[in-house]
């Protein structure tokens, strides 16, 4: 554009035979032109063109499926028949008769909880679903769990699952700070239920928590299986 603009001056300015004053007009016009080329254009010589980046909606987007809880729940795969058989027996041992029922259905359509990222693991599905329905069966403590927290818990499944009342250890007879996982806590607690018969076995989960269950030493053997069942080791204190 700059060379054909030099071009017709030049040309006008022969036609005319224009003065040496013309010709110092105009290159000094060209000079500044030249000089001042980013001021006067906002651009400089030789500037390599910038892209335009032009924003294209993308029309075409995976659809996001949403779905309700109950119908999550529903696509998830079915437990295994072995785990689903672990947990029935573990019931029909250690859950009073008038809950077995409820637990037999729910044990029956229990879905896969191993991929879920929330629950990672199906005991846990299943520890929740008993606390929500108050059904003292599995339970898990934290290691910091107090000593009142798992006495309540003890009581609660001699109760429903046993009716017994045992005279067990209260926080009171353990320094003010004492948790379920300072020494000996656990066996305090089951010395007084072997007395009846009873015992805590424990679901090794490898973790942090104490995931415990109560079950007469007589089934043992049998509680021991259905836990292998289930996926985990049991033992005992």
Not at 3 to 30: D, Q, S
Not at 60 to 82: C, F, R
Not at 128 to 137: M, Q, R, T, V, W
Not at 199 to 223: C, N, P, R, W
Request: hydrophobic residues 40%; glycine residues 4%.
């Amino acid at each position: 554009m700059l060379l054909i603009l030099i071009i017709l001056i030049i040309i006008i300015g022969f036609t005319y035979n224009l003065n040496v004053k013309y010709w110092a007009w105009i290159v000094g016009g060209l000079v500044l032109y030249i000089w001042c080329k980013d001021v006067l254009t906002g651009t400089k010589w030789f500037e390599k063109p910038k892209k335009i980046i032009k924003q294209i909606p993308d029309i075409i987007q995976e659809e996001k499926v949403e779905m309700t809880y109950d119908e999550y729940i529903a696509s998830l795969p079915d437990l295994k028949k072995i785990e689903k058989e672990g947990y029935v027996e573990l019931t029909d041992l250690c859950v009073a008769t008038e809950n077995q029922q409820k637990l037999f259905d729910f044990f029956k359509t229990v879905k896969d909880f191993s991929a879920d990222d929330d629950y990672m693991t199906t005991l846990n599905y299943v520890i929740e679903y008993l606390d929500k329905n108050k059904i003292h069966f599995i339970m898990s403590l934290d290691w910091k769990a107090s000593i009142n927290d798992l006495k309540w818990r003890i009581n609660s499944s001699l109760k429903d699952n046993y009716g017994l009342t045992i005279d067990l250890p209260k926080q009171e007879d353990y320094e003010e700070r004492a948790t379920v996982s300072f020494d000996n806590v656990f066996e305090d607690f089951d010395k007084p239920l072997r007395n009846k018969g009873i015992q805590m076995g424990f679901i090794d989960t490898q973790s942090d928590e104490y995931v415990i269950f109560l079950h007469k030493i007589a089934d043992k053997q049998k509680v021991e299986k259905s836990v292998e069942k289930i996926g985990y080791k049991y033992h005992e204190k």
